[in-house]
Protein backbone atom coordinates (compact mmCIF):
# COMPACT_ATOMS: atom_id res chain seq x y z
CA UNK A 1 0.00 0.00 0.00
CA UNK A 2 2.54 2.15 0.52
CA UNK A 3 3.54 2.40 -2.86
CA UNK A 4 0.07 3.74 -3.96
CA UNK A 5 0.03 6.65 -6.65
CA UNK A 6 3.66 5.29 -8.14
CA UNK A 7 3.76 5.95 -11.94
CA UNK A 8 4.93 4.29 -14.17
CA UNK A 9 5.67 4.81 -18.03
CA UNK A 10 6.82 3.42 -20.83
CA UNK A 11 7.92 4.42 -23.97
CA UNK A 12 9.86 2.92 -26.96
CA UNK A 13 13.57 3.66 -26.45
CA UNK A 14 13.98 5.32 -30.03
CA UNK A 15 11.69 7.58 -31.60
CA UNK A 16 12.03 9.37 -34.85
CA UNK A 17 10.13 12.51 -35.44
CA UNK A 18 6.76 12.31 -36.38
CA UNK A 19 6.32 8.83 -35.41
CA UNK A 20 2.99 7.61 -33.64
CA UNK A 21 3.97 6.23 -30.32
CA UNK A 22 2.85 4.02 -28.57
CA UNK A 23 3.12 4.19 -24.95
CA UNK A 24 2.17 2.13 -21.64
CA UNK A 25 1.26 3.65 -18.38
CA UNK A 26 0.79 2.03 -14.72
CA UNK A 27 -0.03 3.33 -11.54
CA UNK A 28 -0.57 1.27 -8.17
CA UNK A 29 -3.52 1.71 -6.79
CA UNK A 30 -6.16 -0.76 -5.01
CA UNK A 31 -9.38 0.69 -7.05
CA UNK A 32 -11.54 -0.64 -4.32
CA UNK A 33 -14.51 -2.80 -5.75
CA UNK A 34 -17.93 -2.45 -4.21
CA UNK A 35 -18.39 -4.39 -0.81
CA UNK A 36 -21.13 -5.91 0.38
CA UNK A 37 -22.20 -6.88 3.91
CA UNK A 38 -23.76 -10.40 5.03
CA UNK A 39 -26.76 -9.45 3.91
CA UNK A 40 -25.73 -8.95 0.29
CA UNK A 41 -26.11 -5.07 0.61
CA UNK A 42 -23.60 -2.75 -0.61
CA UNK A 43 -21.91 -1.15 2.34
CA UNK A 44 -22.00 2.71 1.36
CA UNK A 45 -18.71 4.73 1.53
CA UNK A 46 -16.82 6.72 -0.58
CA UNK A 47 -15.10 3.69 -2.78
CA UNK A 48 -11.25 4.98 -3.62
CA UNK A 49 -10.97 4.25 -7.04
CA UNK A 50 -9.39 6.00 -10.38
CA UNK A 51 -12.06 7.95 -12.43
CA UNK A 52 -9.59 9.85 -14.43
CA UNK A 53 -6.40 9.69 -16.56
CA UNK A 54 -5.10 12.34 -18.82
CA UNK A 55 -2.13 12.58 -21.03
CA UNK A 56 -0.19 15.37 -22.27
CA UNK A 57 2.09 16.43 -24.88
CA UNK A 58 3.51 19.23 -25.07
CA UNK A 59 0.45 20.91 -22.99
CA UNK A 60 -1.53 19.25 -25.17
CA UNK A 61 -4.06 16.91 -24.30
CA UNK A 62 -3.54 13.41 -26.22
CA UNK A 63 -5.44 10.66 -24.25
CA UNK A 64 -7.88 10.94 -21.57
CA UNK A 65 -9.59 8.07 -19.52
CA UNK A 66 -13.07 8.34 -17.87
CA UNK A 67 -12.61 4.94 -15.54
CA UNK A 68 -15.16 3.04 -13.39
CA UNK A 69 -14.74 0.15 -10.34
CA UNK A 70 -14.86 -2.24 -13.13
CA UNK A 71 -11.02 -1.20 -14.31
CA UNK A 72 -8.59 -3.54 -12.40
CA UNK A 73 -6.56 -3.08 -9.46
CA UNK A 74 -2.93 -1.20 -10.91
CA UNK A 75 -4.91 -0.25 -14.02
CA UNK A 76 -2.46 -0.24 -16.92
CA UNK A 77 -3.26 1.87 -20.07
CA UNK A 78 -2.28 2.39 -23.35
CA UNK A 79 -2.68 5.15 -26.10
CA UNK A 80 -0.81 6.35 -28.60
CA UNK A 81 0.51 10.01 -29.99
CA UNK A 82 2.57 11.51 -32.55
CA UNK A 83 5.62 12.87 -31.68
CA UNK A 84 6.45 16.22 -33.30
CA UNK A 85 9.16 17.99 -30.82
CA UNK A 86 11.58 16.75 -28.00
CA UNK A 87 8.90 17.49 -25.08
CA UNK A 88 7.90 16.07 -21.91
CA UNK A 89 4.47 13.50 -21.76
CA UNK A 90 2.67 13.65 -18.64
CA UNK A 91 0.16 11.56 -17.10
CA UNK A 92 -1.85 12.55 -14.42
CA UNK A 93 -4.54 10.15 -12.54
CA UNK A 94 -7.10 11.50 -10.35
CA UNK A 95 -8.93 9.22 -7.74
CA UNK A 96 -12.22 10.10 -5.98
CA UNK A 97 -10.36 10.49 -2.94
CA UNK A 98 -9.02 14.04 -4.18
CA UNK A 99 -5.58 12.34 -4.61
CA UNK A 100 -3.89 13.06 -7.91
CA UNK A 101 -0.70 11.42 -9.23
CA UNK A 102 1.23 12.00 -12.07
CA UNK A 103 4.67 10.67 -13.73
CA UNK A 104 6.34 11.92 -16.57
CA UNK A 105 8.69 10.80 -20.21
CA UNK A 106 11.02 12.57 -21.49
CA UNK A 107 10.99 12.27 -25.11
CA UNK A 108 13.85 12.59 -26.93
CA UNK A 109 14.95 12.20 -30.42
CA UNK A 110 17.87 9.92 -31.14
CA UNK B 1 -19.04 -26.37 -15.80
CA UNK B 2 -20.36 -26.35 -11.78
CA UNK B 3 -17.29 -27.96 -10.82
CA UNK B 4 -14.85 -25.69 -11.92
CA UNK B 5 -17.26 -22.74 -10.29
CA UNK B 6 -16.98 -24.10 -6.86
CA UNK B 7 -13.34 -23.80 -7.14
CA UNK B 8 -13.41 -20.35 -8.90
CA UNK B 9 -15.20 -19.65 -5.85
CA UNK B 10 -12.97 -20.72 -3.14
CA UNK B 11 -10.22 -19.47 -4.99
CA UNK B 12 -12.26 -16.01 -5.02
CA UNK B 13 -12.25 -15.67 -1.38
CA UNK B 14 -8.98 -16.84 -0.55
CA UNK B 15 -7.62 -14.02 -3.44
CA UNK B 16 -10.19 -11.23 -1.87
CA UNK B 17 -9.48 -11.85 1.78
CA UNK B 18 -11.05 -8.50 2.06
CA UNK B 19 -14.31 -9.72 2.18
CA UNK B 20 -16.02 -11.96 4.60
CA UNK B 21 -16.98 -15.12 3.62
CA UNK B 22 -20.70 -14.69 4.47
CA UNK B 23 -20.65 -11.01 2.37
CA UNK B 24 -19.05 -12.83 -0.40
CA UNK B 25 -21.42 -15.69 -0.52
CA UNK B 26 -24.25 -13.11 0.08
CA UNK B 27 -23.35 -11.20 -3.00
CA UNK B 28 -22.51 -14.25 -5.12
CA UNK B 29 -25.82 -15.73 -4.83
CA UNK B 30 -27.62 -12.52 -5.52
CA UNK B 31 -26.73 -12.80 -9.01
CA UNK B 32 -26.39 -9.13 -10.40
CA UNK B 33 -29.58 -7.53 -8.48
CA UNK B 34 -30.10 -4.13 -6.97
CA UNK B 35 -30.19 -1.56 -9.09
CA UNK B 36 -32.30 0.00 -6.57
CA UNK B 37 -29.33 0.01 -4.65
CA UNK B 38 -26.93 1.79 -7.19
CA UNK B 39 -24.01 3.70 -6.30
CA UNK B 40 -25.03 7.17 -6.67
CA UNK B 41 -21.32 8.13 -6.45
CA UNK B 42 -19.90 6.59 -9.72
CA UNK B 43 -22.13 9.25 -11.44
CA UNK B 44 -21.93 9.77 -15.02
CA UNK B 45 -19.94 7.08 -16.25
CA UNK B 46 -20.63 3.91 -14.56
CA UNK B 47 -23.84 2.36 -12.41
CA UNK B 48 -25.20 -0.67 -11.43
CA UNK B 49 -27.04 -1.59 -14.42
CA UNK B 50 -27.54 -4.03 -16.73
CA UNK B 51 -25.84 -3.37 -20.30
CA UNK B 52 -29.21 -2.41 -21.99
CA UNK B 53 -30.00 0.34 -19.54
CA UNK B 54 -25.91 1.48 -19.56
CA UNK B 55 -26.08 1.59 -23.73
CA UNK B 56 -29.56 3.51 -23.45
CA UNK B 57 -28.65 5.32 -20.70
CA UNK B 58 -24.94 6.39 -22.70
CA UNK B 59 -26.47 6.30 -26.63
CA UNK B 60 -30.25 7.12 -26.26
CA UNK B 61 -31.61 5.38 -29.24
CA UNK B 62 -28.57 6.28 -31.73
CA UNK B 63 -27.82 3.82 -34.38
CA UNK B 64 -24.88 1.27 -34.01
CA UNK B 65 -23.10 0.12 -36.90
CA UNK B 66 -21.49 -3.36 -36.71
CA UNK B 67 -17.76 -2.14 -37.01
CA UNK B 68 -16.05 -5.38 -37.93
CA UNK B 69 -14.21 -3.70 -40.72
CA UNK B 70 -12.98 -0.90 -38.99
CA UNK B 71 -12.50 -1.50 -35.41
CA UNK B 72 -10.56 -4.58 -34.06
CA UNK B 73 -10.97 -5.61 -30.15
CA UNK B 74 -8.11 -7.51 -29.45
CA UNK B 75 -9.22 -9.23 -25.76
CA UNK B 76 -8.02 -12.85 -24.98
CA UNK B 77 -10.41 -15.95 -25.68
CA UNK B 78 -10.12 -17.68 -22.22
CA UNK B 79 -9.16 -15.23 -19.31
CA UNK B 80 -7.43 -17.28 -16.17
CA UNK B 81 -8.04 -14.17 -14.34
CA UNK B 82 -11.21 -11.90 -14.35
CA UNK B 83 -9.26 -9.55 -12.29
CA UNK B 84 -6.68 -8.47 -14.87
CA UNK B 85 -7.94 -9.17 -18.34
CA UNK B 86 -6.09 -6.62 -20.97
CA UNK B 87 -8.48 -5.47 -23.69
CA UNK B 88 -6.97 -3.62 -26.82
CA UNK B 89 -8.89 -1.66 -29.34
CA UNK B 90 -7.68 -0.08 -32.49
CA UNK B 91 -9.59 1.67 -35.18
CA UNK B 92 -8.52 2.23 -38.51
CA UNK B 93 -9.52 5.78 -38.93
CA UNK B 94 -7.45 8.90 -40.93
CA UNK B 95 -7.43 11.13 -36.96
CA UNK B 96 -7.50 13.91 -38.77
CA UNK B 97 -8.75 16.95 -37.39
CA UNK B 98 -12.06 16.63 -39.15
CA UNK B 99 -12.59 12.88 -39.12
CA UNK B 100 -11.08 10.80 -36.26
CA UNK B 101 -12.37 8.49 -33.23
CA UNK B 102 -13.32 10.82 -30.77
CA UNK B 103 -14.76 8.47 -27.99
CA UNK B 104 -13.61 4.40 -27.32
CA UNK B 105 -16.48 3.03 -24.83
CA UNK B 106 -14.88 -0.68 -23.18
CA UNK B 107 -18.25 -2.35 -22.19
CA UNK B 108 -18.56 -6.00 -20.24
CA UNK B 109 -21.93 -6.96 -20.60
CA UNK B 110 -22.24 -9.67 -17.34
CA UNK B 111 -19.87 -6.72 -15.38
CA UNK B 112 -21.89 -5.06 -12.43
CA UNK B 113 -20.80 -2.33 -13.91
CA UNK B 114 -20.72 -3.03 -17.24
CA UNK B 115 -19.40 0.49 -18.55
CA UNK B 116 -15.56 0.02 -18.13
CA UNK B 117 -14.01 2.90 -19.42
CA UNK B 118 -14.77 5.52 -22.24
CA UNK B 119 -11.28 6.64 -23.62
CA UNK B 120 -11.22 10.28 -24.96
CA UNK B 121 -8.90 10.67 -28.14
CA UNK B 122 -7.67 14.09 -30.51
CA UNK B 123 -6.33 14.19 -33.67
CA UNK B 124 -3.16 14.72 -32.09
CA UNK B 125 -2.87 11.01 -30.37
CA UNK B 126 -2.09 9.90 -34.42
CA UNK B 127 -3.54 6.66 -34.02
CA UNK B 128 -6.65 5.39 -32.99
CA UNK B 129 -5.50 2.68 -30.25
CA UNK B 130 -5.96 2.46 -26.68
CA UNK B 131 -6.18 -0.91 -24.10
CA UNK B 132 -6.57 -1.28 -20.85
CA UNK B 133 -6.50 -3.99 -17.88
CA UNK B 134 -10.17 -4.48 -16.81
CA UNK B 135 -12.09 -6.71 -14.82
CA UNK B 136 -14.59 -9.47 -15.64
CA UNK B 137 -16.98 -10.45 -13.52
CA UNK B 138 -18.20 -13.52 -15.76
CA UNK B 139 -18.27 -15.39 -19.09
CA UNK B 140 -19.46 -12.35 -21.38
CA UNK B 141 -19.40 -10.50 -23.89
CA UNK B 142 -17.08 -7.46 -24.36
CA UNK B 143 -17.86 -4.80 -26.33
CA UNK B 144 -15.90 -2.02 -27.70
CA UNK B 145 -18.24 1.36 -28.82
CA UNK B 146 -16.57 3.74 -31.04
CA UNK B 147 -17.61 7.29 -31.51
CA UNK B 148 -16.28 8.89 -34.24
CA UNK B 149 -16.19 12.68 -34.78
CA UNK B 150 -19.40 12.97 -36.98
CA UNK B 151 -21.16 11.28 -34.21
CA UNK B 152 -21.09 7.37 -35.79
CA UNK B 153 -21.27 4.72 -33.87
CA UNK B 154 -19.64 1.64 -34.24
CA UNK B 155 -19.80 -1.20 -32.55
CA UNK B 156 -17.74 -4.55 -31.86
CA UNK B 157 -17.76 -7.78 -29.38
CA UNK B 158 -16.51 -10.87 -28.59
CA UNK B 159 -17.08 -13.25 -26.01
CA UNK B 160 -14.46 -13.65 -23.03
CA UNK B 161 -14.32 -16.86 -20.84
CA UNK B 162 -13.69 -15.89 -17.70
CA UNK B 163 -12.31 -19.12 -14.74
CA UNK B 164 -12.26 -16.64 -11.73
CA UNK B 165 -14.36 -13.79 -11.68
CA UNK B 166 -12.25 -10.83 -10.82
CA UNK B 167 -15.55 -8.11 -9.52
CA UNK B 168 -15.82 -9.56 -5.85
CA UNK B 169 -19.01 -7.77 -4.20
Request: charged share 20%; net charge positive; glycine share 12%.
Amino acid sequence: MADIGKVRIRVPSTIKPGDVVRVRTLVIHPMERIERDAQGKIVQKKYRYIDRVVATYLGKTVAAFDTTQSVAENPSFAFTFRATDPGVLKVVFHDTHGSTWEGTADIRFS
Amino acid sequence: MNHGRSISRRRLLGGLGVLGVAGAAGGLTLGRPARAGAQQQAAALGAQESVQDALRRLFGSRPMKDGAGSVTLDVPLIAENGAVVPVGVEVASPMTAANHVRHVYIVADKNRIPVITRATLFPESGRAFVSANVRLGETGDVRAIVEQSDGTLLQVKREVKVTVGGCGG
